[in-house]
């Protein structure tokens, strides 16, 4: 049967998700899928792979093929599955961290907002210090201090970000606290803890989100180049910045997929989050949706 004429032609579901989901940023649509594409392979990658990533062998710098699929390194360990295997510890790290500051940093900023007086002055004398330093230096002393590990990253990566999220959430508690829901859940009788947990910290979400994904794709940078450095997650731990950092050492012996193919994984995973957090911004917050 035909169409009636003048009538707006039907949208596949694809088109409704792309439009609805995304806004029609095609960039969102690509960061989403490569992200996705990474943390399916940091969760299932290391059931698939067929060699142990800390398992030394006498083939030594072997280019990509079909056994080894990203080569081998200088202690003759597959590429490809310390690459997979460093994805997952990375992930998870950056993503424990992020997760860990935004409990904290969001529960003291929408308390300080809310209560407001001197211990609020007090606190945000203090972020003004800490942030005040570069957050990479910061973080260095942190990891020299507590030890480099996996446990001293998560930790390091919850104190140097808690700032971020105190100060982004005491923002929107000092301006919708004083809003009309606010005053009329006070009218109705609701404590003042219900009107701050129940009322006023449900809509700080959509800030908290926007800056997750972004200060996800910082932490995962982070992560890396703290054990570029050497003081971040200690071999034979898989970890990118560890292999590009040990593969930097043989590109002269033409060995550039010790560094190039973990490189190249860890840009598309800070890439993929910076288009997602962008796409995420556009969406949730008003003023930019506006302009």
Same mark, same amino acid.
């Given at each position: ?128 210090? %800490? @942030? ?5 230096? =910061?973080?260095?002393? #942190? $990891? !020299? &201090? ?105 590109? %002269? @012996? ?5 560094? =190039?193919?973990?490189? #190249? $994984? !860890? &840009? ?24």
């Amino acid at each position: 049967m035909a169409r009636a004429a003048g009538s707006a032609p039907r949208r596949s579901m694809w088109t409704r998700l792309y439009r609805g989901v995304f806004g029609g940023d095609m960039l969102g649509l690509i960061g989403s899928v490569v992200l996705a594409i990474l943390v399916l392979l940091s969760i299932f990658g290391p059931a698939l792979v067929t060699h142990d990533p800390v398992l030394t062998t006498p083939d030594t710098l072997q280019p990509p093929s079909a056994e080894h699929w990203l080569g081998t390194d200088h202690f003759g360990r597959d590429v490809f599955s310390r690459t997979i295997t460093s994805l997952r510890i990375d992930f998870t790290v950056a993503a424990t961290g992020v997760a860990g500051a935004i409990l904290i940093g969001s529960f003291v900023g929408l308390v300080c907002g809310y209560v407001g007086g001197l211990a609020d002055e007090i606190f945000m004398r203090f972020v003004d210090i %800490v @942030q005040s330093f570069p957050l990479l230096l =910061v973080a260095m002393v #942190l $990891v !020299l &201090v507590l030890g480099p590990g996996v446990f001293s990253i998560v930790v390091v990566t919850v104190l140097i970000n808690i700032p971020t999220y105190a100060r982004v959430i005491r923002g929107e508690a000092l301006r919708k606290k004083t809003l009309e829901y606010i005053d009329a859940a006070r009218c109705s009788g609701a404590s003042e803890t219900s009107i701050l947990f129940r009322h006023l910290m449900p809509n700080t979400l959509g800030p908290i989100i926007v800056h997750a994904s972004l200060n996800l794709a910082a932490a995962v940078g982070n992560v890396a180049v703290l054990s570029f450095l050497g003081i971040g997650i200690r071999p034979p731990t898989p970890d990118l910045g560890v292999m590009v950092a040990e593969g930097t050492n043989y590109l %002269v @012996q033409g060995a550039w997929w010790m560094s =190039v193919c973990p490189g #190249l $994984v !860890l &840009v598309a995973a800070i890439f993929s989050l910076n288009l997602l957090g962008d796409c995420l911004e556009g969406r949730l917050d008003p003023s930019r949706a506006e302009g």
